[in-house]
């Protein structure tokens, strides 16, 4: 537990009033996928934003590599190796395809040339966007915009990697190509959080999980056993 | 696969290149009895300098401001105040002149950047009201008076006598503001700057400190407007210095100047502080040829009318019009 890459504590958060995360605790270790499953309005997003210091929290303690973060903003948080890519993708619209790349690099505050390397390399492993650099990020197909998400985080090369709901609206043949990239993220060793309402899909991918229910975790466990539990079957994967 | 490379150096400076050709040649073409023109381009270099601070605010960093004319008036009263009451050098009083209008962005961008879009636009609003009330009701500054005999502003030389002696001062500031923001838009600084307009949330997952960016472009943004200032009281008016220039009306003029030349362009304030200028002048000169003179509400209704439909046909602004038509040229 203690060399986990991410480490959240209690942690509770909300929009004004309304406390949305009522205590939660999780961990995510280098070179894990851990899914974060659960209902729509279960608070998985407000997890995240919080993880990702866009949301402050109200109680609870966060850590990275084993340092305390809480209350750190977002843009300390993305320049210790933080990235989310959130629900929506977080894309510049109005900006082109290379200069969402290019933004990707911005916390890591790399030289122009360095910059254009990982971008071209980010390219070539995902050639849908190699032809269309120039293009405003708003044109590309739902499709290519999530592509362009992941290979934005591509460029950044974070430790933690926090994806809110990546498969969310996509065809299938694009939703397999996002879980291929998860799978690369934990072979390159970065701590993987995936916030997913497709359990089943999730589950493949993950290593762990979590089940998040009006903001508290009700359950976790290895892919596996909550892939047999019975609760998780009957609640989730719609099965008996 | 190759990197992908970067924008080449004569695509980012070749638009500043060409334009320091024609400020160049401006003041020595034959204008015959168009002569007039002349002090007239010169102004629009102010207006120029004015509508990119905006195009550097509103259109790189999404920030709006109505009240920029509050900082043009910061930029002339202080150089003005400094140099007619105080007795500084001119030199020294512009130094502090845009030192001024940067201080006084630096201390209400603080309060006011915290804001989001209606209410950004009516606090900088407010902002641009009580500045040009506190001018018009000091004693210092003469109020509704004004400050008259400043010090006036030539290029050295023989040269200075002509009338290139100020448009090379005034033009000469606009060119390197340009250059500067063609140069910012290309920077990682103007990329993470369109990120905060497009999406703050997303920027700063990104790792980009958004309030402080939009602090330095607020900044910035005043000090060019501070620098407008310096020339509007050193050169184009050093004769009398009122707060006419100054309130609400100019502020809301230089929005339209970005917004109509486009906000997505670096050269959209030159565009359209040149087109504002160049409409309102042709209207009244046509309006003068047809003997329609000193009917002043039918120039203002014309006037009015031809922004609207440029704004309706072209709400991108006129760069990209411009570029469209430029396309379908090259396509035929």
Redesign the interface.
């Known amino acids: 537990m203690g060399d986990a890459r991410l480490k959240v504590v209690n942690l509770q958060a909300g929009y004004g009033k309304l406390q949305v995360l009522k205590g939660v605790s999780c961990h995510v270790g280098a070179g894990e996928v851990v899914a974060l499953l659960g209902a729509n309005g279960a608070g998985k997003s407000t997890l995240l934003r919080t993880v990702a210091g866009l949301l402050p929290a109200v109680g609870g303690r966060l850590f990275l590599d084993g340092n305390e973060v809480t209350g750190r903003p977002a843009e300390q948080l993305a320049a210790l190796g933080l990235l989310l890519v959130p629900e929506g993708r977080g894309l510049f619209p109005e900006m082109t395809v290379l200069d969402n790349l290019r933004l990707g690099g911005h916390a890591r505050r790399l030289p122009a040339r360095e910059l254009a390397v990982c971008v071209a390399a980010a390219a070539a492993r995902y050639p849908v966007l190699a032809g269309r650099l120039t293009e405003r990020a708003g044109n590309l197909s739902g499709g290519q915009q999530q592509m362009l998400a992941l290979a934005r985080a591509h460029v950044a090369a974070p430790r933690v990697l926090v994806l809110d709901e990546p498969s969310t609206g996509l065809a299938p043949q694009w939703v397999h190509d996002v879980f291929i990239a998860v799978r690369e993220w934990r072979e390159r060793g970065a701590a993987v959080l995936l916030a997913e309402q497709n359990m089943a899909q999730a589950l493949t991918v993950a290593d762990r999980g979590y089940v998040l229910e009006n903001g508290q975790i009700v359950l976790e466990g290895t892919a596996a056993e909550l892939l047999a539990s019975p609760a998780v079957r009957k609640a989730y994967l719609g099965g008996e | 696969?190759?990197?992908?490379?970067?924008p080449s150096w004569w695509r980012i400076y070749r638009g500043p290149l060409v334009l320091l050709a024609v400020v160049l040649v401006a003041p020595w073409l034959p204008w015959g009895r168009f002569g007039y023109l002349v002090p007239l381009l010169q102004l629009a270099g102010i207006y120029t300098l004015l509508a990119t601070s905006l195009t550097l605010l509103l259109g790189m960093a999404g920030q709006i401001s109505l009240g920029h004319a509050g900082f043009f008036a910061v930029g002339a009263y202080t150089a003005g105040v400094a140099a007619t009451v105080w007795h500084w050098p001119s030199g020294v009083a512009a130094l502090a002149a845009v030192l001024a209008a940067g201080l006084v962005a630096l201390l209400c961008g603080g309060m006011v950047l915290r804001l989001r879009g209606h209410l950004l636009a009516l606090a900088t609003l407010c902002l641009g009201v009580i500045l040009y009330e506190l001018i018009l009701k000091s004693s210092l500054t003469g109020g509704a008076a004004g400050l008259y005999d400043l010090p006036e502003w030539r290029v050295p030389g023989r040269l200075g006598a002509g009338p290139a002696g100020g448009f090379y001062l005034v033009w000469g500031a606009a060119w390197l503001a340009l250059a500067w923001l063609a140069h910012l838009s290309a920077s990682?600084a103007g990329?993470?700057l369109?990120?905060v307009?497009?999406?703050e949330?997303?920027?700063?997952?990104?790792?980009?400190?958004?309030f402080v960016l939009k602090l330095k472009a607020f900044v910035a943004s005043a000090m060019l407007a501070g620098v407008a200032g310096v020339l509007y009281a050193f050169v184009h008016s050093p004769s009398y210095l009122g707060p006419e220039e100054f309130g609400l009306t100019t502020s809301v003029l230089l929005v339209m100047m970005a917004v109509l030349g486009g906000l997505?362009s670096p050269w959209g304030g030159l565009v359209g502080a040149l087109a504002v200028m160049a409409l309102r002048e042709g209207i009244t000169l046509v309006a003068d040829q047809c003997g329609f003179s000193g009917a002043a509400r039918i120039e203002q209704l014309v006037y009015g009318l031809i922004l609207i439909l440029l704004l309706t046909r072209a709400p991108q602004g006129l760069v990209p019009l411009w570029r469209r038509v430029c396309c379908r040229a090259g396509d035929s």
């Open positions: 696969m190759t990197p992908p490379r970067a990682p990329r993470a369109r990120a307009r497009d999406d949330a997303a920027a700063a997952a990104l790792g980009v400190d958004v997505n």
